[in-house]
């Protein structure tokens, strides 16, 4: 579930939403990172899902996503289910 659409972080360039992860029983708060590159392309750290509204926030940014990194392998494991 997502807390926080994109906002911006301090300078052009740098944006995060925060999100929400329940597993085994537990819930706890996340970030997802955008960063934009020098070739404009875009890059997703510790993504999360990829809601309509979280689509449209980052078409409004109108740069391709070049990259999606995942902070550790379960996180990678858990999110190859979700469609991006």
């Avoid at 999100?19 to 706890?28: A, D, N, P, T, V």
């Avoid at 990172?33 to 940014?61: I, W």
């Amino acid at each position: 579930m997502i807390i926080s659409m994109l906002r911006t972080l301090g300078r052009d360039g740098i944006y995060a939403a925060k999100y929400q992860i329940q597993e085994f029983g537990l819930k706890y708060a996340s970030q997802m990172t955008v960063m934009r590159l020098s070739d404009n392309s875009l890059v997703l750290h510790s993504p999360c899902q990829l809601t309509s509204e979280l689509r449209e926030e980052l078409d409004r940014l109108d740069a391709p996503v070049s990259h999606v990194l995942f902070p550790n392998k379960y996180m990678g494991c858990l999110h190859r289910v979700l469609i991006w």
